[in-house]
């Protein structure tokens, strides 16, 4: 990944920044510059928001073959995470083995290293999930 | 009043016994273990590391109380494992938690009283007005080479105090440190694994500082150990804690609340902070508390620390207790935690 796309993005990884349209209320993550549904009417309207830290399994797959840099992660679980004001984001499910994840399990945002540009770049951070029961 | 507004307390889930670690080394682990009075050590995730841990920490201390993070003039993140040799780990903390950009923000090193020494330059700038809230980090993922003695306590976590002077759940009365040049454990920049000298890491460096660490601020306040309900000394295994606290004339009831070493191994800079949350989610008002940290080096930050009525108030629940992370843990066997720690040489693509 390049620095700069990835530094511009540090408010959404690091702390879900997303967007809501003012026009019909809807929380867009990540961020979109028009509503998809207000298109001109949302103009000038798509404020920042922050999405909230807690949500549910949607969805989720075991990896077995592992994407770059998740090598040592595997086998590792990546889930669509329906987020309790409204989108689905994708991400990783940390800290369980695959058979503790259910459809519909509650999960909550935890800051982890997302990779890294070799042994001498820089590190990537941000959201990734956890089981509730795990967390608290 | 200058004191603590807000406490949070991190430490992974992953555990590694010493019987497991000694058997890969033809050593009999379990008694090593118990000689050193630990049970088991934590072990980060494979995407964790002291970055990963302070934001966890500072994120629990600020789910306690209602302040704006942009009220946190300053940031200090101690630990002997930063990710990066330059560039902060103070820098990405402020950013996770919303504080930037109008404050100051700097890492410390003083091997495991690098955070503890954030505590006081926190309270420095709180109570010259220079800053409204000030928060002190500690934490490390810490490394033993494999095979080493270090290699059975050296383990991950981390804690965050956020420090004011309004709605103060825990006062601090006063801190004290003593500090000299002794090299009893030490990392050459570039070298994956630190130096020891043996024994000598006993006698002239933890028990010569902490002992007269304590006894000075006890001096200077004028306290007995029987005034302070906990005490919480540098933890490097289960026993060295409690043999300082038995030679100073403290008893067990008041070490056994701040000493989790036994459950987690040595976090290093998370070590007494972590300690100190693991009293706080206990204590009363009124309750007095003497904190020592210890950093080879050699140096000791002492705490003489008194809760409030503030403590009623304040919510606790709203992240997890340090209770929680210990019985929360998963064990894994040698073969995990050399994958966790990325110590398996994988193919090249
Ligand atoms: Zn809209």
């Known amino acids: ?136 | 009043m200058v004191g603590i507004v807000s406490y949070g307390g991190y430490v992974p889930r992953y555990r590694i016994t010493p019987a497991e670690i000694g058997a890969v080394w033809g050593i009999d682990g379990k008694s090593y273990g118990e000689s050193l009075g630990v049970k088991a050590k934590s072990v980060p995730g494979a995407d964790e590391d002291t970055i990963t841990i302070a934001v966890a920490a500072a994120r629990n201390a600020l789910k306690r109380v209602s302040i704006n993070p942009k009220d946190i003039g300053a940031i200090y993140c101690g630990s002997e494992s930063h990710p990066y040799a330059v560039k902060p780990t103070a820098t990405v903390v402020a950013e996770a938690i919303g504080a930037t950009p109008d404050l100051t923000a700097a890492d410390y090193e003083f091997a495991c009283k690098a955070g503890t020494a954030g505590i006081q330059t926190c309270m420095g700038l709180v109570k010259s007005g220079m800053i409204k809230y000030g928060l002190a980090i500690g934490s490390d993922t810490s490394q033993g080479a494999p095979g080493d003695p270090l290699e059975y306590t050296a383990s991950a976590g981390g804690a965050a105090l956020l420090i004011g002077n309004e709605k103060v759940v825990a006062e601090i009365n006063r801190t004290y440190s003593f500090t000299t040049d002794t090299p009893d454990f030490w990392r050459r920049e570039g070298q994956m694994y630190p130096s020891h000298g043996g024994r000598f890491t006993g006698e002239p460096a933890y028990f010569r500082h902490v002992l007269t660490c304590a006894k000075k601020l006890m001096e200077m306040q004028g306290t007995k150990p029987e005034d302070y309900q906990y005490a919480i000394f540098h933890q490097p295994n289960g026993r060295f804690p409690r043999r300082a606290g038995k030679m100073l004339g403290f008893k067990d009831e008041q070490i056994n609340q701040g000493l989790l070493t036994p459950y987690i191994g040595n976090t290093y800079s998370g070590a007494v902070m972590l300690g100190l949350c693991s009293v706080l989610d206990v204590a009363k008002p009124g309750d007095r508390i003497l904190a020592v940290a210890f950093g080879s080096g050699a140096g000791s930050d002492g705490f003489d620390i008194t809760v409030t009525d503030e403590i009623q108030n304040f919510k606790r629940e709203n992240a997890p207790l340090i209770r929680h992370y210990i019985e929360n843990a998963v064990e894994v066997n040698y073969a995990i935690y050399t994958k966790l720690k990325h110590q398996i040489i994988l193919r090249e693509e």
Not at chain 1, 39 to 48: D, E, N
Not at chain 1, 74 to 102: F, H, S, W
């Open chain 1, 1 to 136: 990944m390049q620095i700069p796309r990835f530094w511009r993005q540090i408010p959404n990884r690091y702390n879900l920044i997303g967007v809501q349209c003012e026009n019909c209320k809807k929380v867009y993550f990540p961020p979109r510059i028009v509503c998809p549904d207000c298109h001109r009417l949302s103009i000038g309207k798509m404020k920042q928001y922050k999405l909230s830290d807690k949500g549910v399994v949607h969805s989720y797959t075991v990896i077995y073959e592992p994407a770059e840099g998740f090598e040592n992660q595997v086998p590792y679980i990546m889930a669509i995470i329906q987020l309790e004001d409204g989108p689905r984001i994708t991400a990783q499910i940390v800290d369980c083995n695959p058979e503790e994840v259910k459809i519909g399990s509650r999960v909550e945002m935890v800051f982890r290293r997302l990779g890294e540009d070799g042994k001498a770049g820089i590190i990537y951070y941000g959201y990734k999930f956890a089981l509730v029961k795990t967390q608290t």
